[in-house]
């Protein structure tokens, strides 16, 4: 089935540890993006890219590394990982960017904790 | 520089009571609006959008907002609520002017009480 899934769907990994999170997405649309989803500040923006090998940081990627040499893939990479980036992350695909007529589609999330 | 303000973080409601939840928006420009809706451990789905034209727009599971410029508000409504509708709605919002992003709302839960 067409579609964007993320995994691992839950994570629990160690303050200082590398964990990259996977998504891919079966549409072959051009822009890709990574929000986190945090209580009290809804859905921020990490990174998202238009095409394969064009990434842009969003409105909090610190901390955050991506990469995107195929269309289908967009994996998110914390270098070393912190408390404050224990969250839910999304992975969402969208044929023409933030177009008003090119809803996002987006994944199920990975719920991450770093303790 | 645009944003969203979703005033109501937790909205409960009776099982077939009606239902509003509110959001207003900042913009120096024309904007399009969006709510999406997030049910438990999915994704966010996109419920209804405003692009232009008639200032009520109707989306699924019964779903329905008006825009109101005068008021920088795009409330949403439902005249009878289920229990499939407990989720967490978020209101987004773009310009129309220029490479924008869109900017999403803190969200609000629904819980319907049976």
């Known amino acids: 089935d067409a579609g964007i899934t993320q995994s691992p769907r839950y994570k629990i990994t160690e303050t200082g540890r590398q964990v990259t999170l996977m998504c891919h997405q079966t549409w072959s649309h051009s822009y890709m993006f990574w929000y986190r989803q945090d209580l009290g500040h809804g859905l921020r923006l990490i990174y998202y890219s238009a095409a394969a090998d064009i990434t842009d940081k969003g409105e909090v990627p610190d901390g955050y590394v991506v990469s995107r040499s195929k269309t289908e893939n967009f994996p998110l990479t914390l270098e070393s990982a912190t408390r404050s980036q224990t969250s839910v992350y999304f992975c969402?695909?969208?044929?023409?960017?933030?177009?008003?007529?090119?809803?996002?589609?987006f994944g199920n999330g990975t719920r991450l904790t770093v303790t | 520089a645009q944003s969203v303000t979703q005033l109501d973080s937790q909205v409960p409601v009776f099982e077939e009571a009606p239902v509003e939840l509110r959001c207003n928006y900042s913009s120096s420009v024309s904007v399009y609006l969006f709510w999406y809706v997030q049910y438990p451990n999915q994704g966010l789905q996109l419920l209804l959008k405003y692009l232009s034209g008639s200032t009520l727009v109707k989306g699924i599971n019964g779903f329905e907002a008006e825009f109101n410029k005068s008021q920088t508000s795009f409330h949403l409504r439902k005249p009878s609520v289920h229990i499939s509708d407990t989720a967490e709605y978020f209101c987004?919002?773009?310009?129309?002017?220029?490479?924008?992003?869109?900017?999403f709302g803190t969200g609000t839960r629904l819980t319907i009480i049976p």
């Open positions: 987004a919002v773009i310009s129309n002017f220029g490479n924008e992003k869109l900017t």
């Open positions: 969402a695909s969208s044929e023409l960017g933030w177009d008003r007529n090119s809803p996002l589609h």
